[in-house]
């Protein structure tokens, strides 16, 4: 036996599926020193979870992942079918379509993208690497302690043992995260229960393999209700195809909990429900029979040391898709918080909204998940309402229930319907900052969800980007300055730039210690790592001079000023269509600032003087842990 052995860690991450990898990677990225393990010998081989979202995808882009990922050559989903009983006769037909993600979510990728989680999993294994950080396996927890008055720096004391008892290692931590998934012997030892939300379960078989059959929607994401049971098909990479077949529910008079059956009797029952059409499966590459049922854990954490995410919070169907999406999130919002924490610009105190933003979207989850659940099960949608579905794009409300409840699911399943309640990062009246500039009139921006798309030219090289995109996830705060007509914010632009420097400003307070050393061509952060700032003007490329124009230490970050000249269909009479995108003046402008997630948490008029600035002071002042202006910190 090998003897114990104590090291300093800044966390020690338990598992390494999305929720994990996710943390880890960004954590790395940002310089901190992790110990990661895994209690599998290697990554997912088959199996498991497999879609990713529209706004996830996003993400991935802006962490650099998402070519790696699309190299892969995933399917991708852009449209659902229905398949139920037709009115006379026997069998199944098409009863209507509609978009994965529909047009009026304003979305980058309208679709849905399917890969095995191996392959995801493996492009952020190799990001780790790059960054030092090596997954060891097969390793798992065995006990920890948390305690922050033996220790208020490490509180966290970890055992660690090798899964064959051979090697056992002891280290501390200032923070434990649990990715574990939905056995999580973390949450155990927490004495953390988990919630049932619908006494309902349901046992499903999964089958991943290729298939030779004549059905002409197997490349799509399908619903098929027959006489004979449910499935649910979705496409994957390889010519491969997952379905998904309800096996028995609580609500069977003969329900056995641990009910089960071969890959055989699931193959043969959907080859009934498929019916008149035939399937063959070539291949099997992974079987499973497992129960689901909709489950969220009491707490994501007790002290603010050890934290839970991913599967090991909440579980539910594989119907909406969201495992994988949801434990993406959940680890991206606690990263740029412990990070915020620990590179000394926020009060420990905002990690307590982590638990607060991320169980209300599972339980929003496991609400839409019940529903469509029931609406799968219950009954088929007319075709009419299909393309009811399908086809409205207007902001209008709609009285249909079952269209009603397929926007808002849309929305909320593509992940751009997810909305974080008003706390100290995200404003609302309640907020400390009471500047009347905030929240100004007609602004589309709410705080709390993901700042809308829109794209704009950057003017050092006349590219067309995508503005949402330019700055990359690198823990900064992203301050948008929408700067209207040059000719008419000049002043209140200049007088903006000014107080921006002082070393009271929530910017100047926080500069970084070698700012002096920094190299020219350093884009995002030359002056501050929590800060990257961008400047948009309403006004052709051409007219735009950032000598002249932009005022330090905003033309500073000369990658970052945009024309606003590029049109757009959503708002085709603008002249300036990312102003009008947002909401903003087109002429006066406005400051939208972005946290570090991607999330709006704040929204101000730009005026002359400096109100507007006061008023981003008063907002971070809030949580920061320095005293801002006139603004003593609290949360």
């Keep these: 036996m090998e003897g114990q052995a104590s090291s300093l860690y800044d966390i020690v991450i338990v598992g390494a599926g999305p929720a994990g990898l996710m943390l880890s990677t960004c954590l790395a990225r940002w310089g901190y020193r992790i110990k990661h393990i895994d209690n599998r010998a290697e990554p997912t081989p088959t199996g498991r979870a497999d879609g990713i979202q529209p706004r996830s995808l996003d993400l991935l882009r802006n962490m650099g992942l998402k070519s790696a990922i699309m190299a892969h050559k995933p399917a991708r ?37 399917l890969l095995h989680q191996g392959r995801i999993e493996r492009v952020f294994i190799s990001d780790l690497e790059k960054n030092g950080v090596q997954i060891r396996r097969p390793w798992t927890i065995k006990d920890f302690t948390s305690d922050n008055k033996s220790d208020p720096v490490y509180p966290v004391k970890v055992h660690l043992e090798h899964v064959d008892g051979t090697h056992q290692e002891t280290v501390r931590a200032k923070y434990l995260f649990s990715g574990e998934g939905a056995r999580s012997s973390v949450r155990a030892k927490l004495g953390i229960k988990i919630t049932h ?19 002409p929607d197997i490349k799509m994401k399908c619903t098929i209700h027959s006489e004979h049971g449910s499935i649910m098909v979705i496409p994957r990479e390889d010519n ?64 603010h040391r050890v934290f839970l995410g991913g599967d090991a919070c909440h579980t539910h169907s594989p119907k909406a898709g969201q495992g994988m999406n949801t434990a993406f999130l959940d680890a991206l919002n606690l990263a740029w918080k412990i990070h915020a924490v620990e590179a000394g610009f926020a009060d420990r105190a905002i990690l307590t909204t ?67 309640k008003s706390n100290a990062l995200n404003w609302s009246p309640a907020h400390p900052a ?56 000049r002043k209140a632009l200049k007088d903006f730039a000014s107080h921006l420097g002082s070393k009271k400003s929530f910017y100047g307070s926080y500069l970084r210690a070698d700012i002096d ?24 490329r051409d007219r735009i001079e950032i000598v002249r124009d932009v ?37 006066r402008g406005g400051v939208v600032v972005v946290r570090p997630d991607g999330y709006i948490g704040i929204v101000t008029s730009l005026v002359e003087g400096s109100g507007t600035l006061d008023a981003l002071n008063q907002y971070f002042g809030a949580f920061c842990t320095k005293r801002l202006g006139d603004m003593m910190a609290q949360l």
């Design 197 to 215: 939300k619908d006494p309902i379960t349901h046992v499903w078989g999964v089958i991943d393999g290729v298939v030779k059959t004549n059905f």
């Design 354 to 420: 982590y638990e607060a933003e991320r169980k209300d979207v599972a339980e929003t989850l496991l609400s839409f998940d019940n529903k469509y659940a029931k609406l799968f099960s219950q009954r088929p949608p007319a075709a009419k309402e299909v393309e009811a579905a399908s086809e409205h794009t207007s902001g209008k409300t709609e009285d249909n229930e079952f269209v009603k409840t397929f926007k808002e699911g849309c929305e909320f399943t593509s992940g751009y319907g997810v909305a974080y």
């Design 240 to 303: 491969m195809v997952r379905l998904y077949i309800q096996i028995a529910s609580s609500t069977d008079a003969d329900w056995r909990p641990r009910k089960t059956a071969t890959a055989e009797e699931v193959q043969a029952s959907a080859k009934k429900i498929l019916r008149p059409y035939l399937i063959e499966w070539e291949r099997v590459e992974w079987y499973s029979v497992y129960p689901i049922g909709q489950g969220i854990s009491d707490k994501y954490t007790i002290d």
């Design 434 to 489: 009471k500047s009347p500039l905030i929240n100004p009139k007609g602004t589309k921006l709410r705080t709390g969800r993901i700042m809308i798309n829109a794209d704009v030219t950057r003017v050092v090289d006349a590219n067309v980007v995508h503005l949402e995109q330019e700055v990359p996830l690198n823990g900064s705060f992203r301050i948008y300055v929408f700067a209207g007509k040059p000719s008419v914010t």
């Design 551 to 587: 005022p330090n230490p905003l033309a500073r970050y000369h990658s970052h000023v945009y024309a606003d000249d590029r049109w757009d269909r959503r708002v085709p009479d603008a002249d300036a269509a990312a102003h009008a995108k947002m909401g903003l003046d087109q002429e």
């Design 77 to 113: 989903v852009y449209e659902v079918a229905f398949w139920d009983p037709p009115r006379s006769g026997s069998g199944i037909v098409r009863t209507g379509t509609w978009a994965s993600c529909p047009s009026f979510i304003d979305a980058r990728y309208p679709f849905t993208t």
């Design 517 to 540: 050393f920094v190299s020219h061509h350093e884009q995002h952060n030359p002056h501050s790592l929590f800060f990257t700032l961008c400047t948009v003007f309403a006004d052709r």
